[in-house]
């Protein structure tokens, strides 16, 4: 069965039989979402820890080795008795080293740790075996979300084992960030988070649709005609390049795309259309929508012609 024809779990079921038979998990309902988040919020830790210019930090699975200056060893030695109080913690090392002093955290095994730089400081976030277990549980839960965004967005290219993986990155990444104060369920947070990353996919892939399609075409004229007998057309599609492909397009539709692939809203692009006086009104996303999936039907089938 082709996947446009598949729901959501059933390429989800597809995607874990591939990837070790993990079983099929239902989606959590609000009540228990809400319930999984609480314990997971009471078993997991956020701190940040103010980075010098010439200080390291070494993420490791277990454990993370920070080296720099001493005014950093007070937020450490912070991070350190929260991590014990909610058990993460196994062990803290700190030595004197050439480059300053050394700290050493080694966490409890099956514990997660996420490090991201944030305005110069470290945000660390960790999460015991009690919160990462519930965590795990959130993302299974959304295997079939997952399977669902994959089967309604353009995807040339773009393989669902891929994606997959992009999807559960994105679901920890989300689950770190979310917050039961934004008044919405993790399901529906997550969900625009998976669409710009099928997005930002599709038009990786394209681009390099395009690029290849071009590779292949020189190397077809040469075998079969010779270099000097296909000169003008090898060098016609060496030109030949992304923002050539857009010109196919119309004013609107190609500024709805160039902003698309450039992270922009859909409002935002609404406005910009306006204030350059392509559109006489200022669209709905309905439209905009719409003007983009028309903008990459075209493309799409633009380079199917030319390959």
Do not use: C
Request: a neutral charge; charged letters at 30%; zero cysteines.
């Amino acid at each position: 069965m082709p996947y446009h024809n598949k729901t959501g779990n059933q390429m989800a079921g597809e995607f874990e039989e591939t990837y070790g038979n993990l079983g099929k998990h239902r989606s959590l309902t609000r009540k228990e979402e809400r319930r999984i988040f609480k314990e997971i919020f009471e078993n997991r830790i956020v701190g940040y820890i103010r980075r010098h210019i010439n200080s390291g930090i070494e993420n490791s699975e277990d454990y993370l080795l920070f080296s720099g200056f001493p005014e950093e060893d007070r937020q450490i030695k912070e991070f350190a008795d929260k991590a014990e109080s909610i058990g993460g913690l196994a062990s803290l090392s700190i030595r004197n080293s050439p480059d300053g002093i050394e700290s050493r955290l080694e966490f409890v095994e099956g514990s997660r740790k996420l490090v991201k730089s944030v305005d110069g400081s470290s945000r660390i976030s960790l999460y015991n075996p009690a919160a990462r277990e519930l965590s795990d549980l959130v993302i299974k839960s959304n295997y079939g979300l997952i399977g669902f965004i994959y089967s309604k967005y353009p995807r040339f290219g773009v393989t669902l084992s891929d994606f997959f993986q992009e999807g559960i990155i994105k679901a920890i990444n989300s689950i770190d960030t979310f917050s039961l104060n934004r008044g919405t369920r993790f399901t529906t947070y997550l969900t625009s988070s998976l669409m710009r990353i099928s997005s930002k996919m599709w038009a990786s892939s394209m681009k390099d649709g395009i690029r290849t399609a071009i590779d292949d075409y020189e190397e077809k004229l040469i075998k079969e005609g010779g270099e000097d007998n296909s000169h003008e057309r090898k060098t016609e599609y060496l030109d030949f390049d992304y923002e050539e492909a857009l010109e196919i397009l119309d004013p609107m539709r190609r500024k709805v795309l160039e902003m698309y692939l450039g992270g922009k809203g859909r409002q935002e692009i609404a406005a910009s259309l306006h204030e350059d006086g392509v559109a006489k009104i200022i669209f709905s996303n309905n439209k905009i929508s719409h003007l983009k999936r028309e903008a990459l039907r075209k493309l799409r089938f633009h380079l199917k012609q030319f390959s």
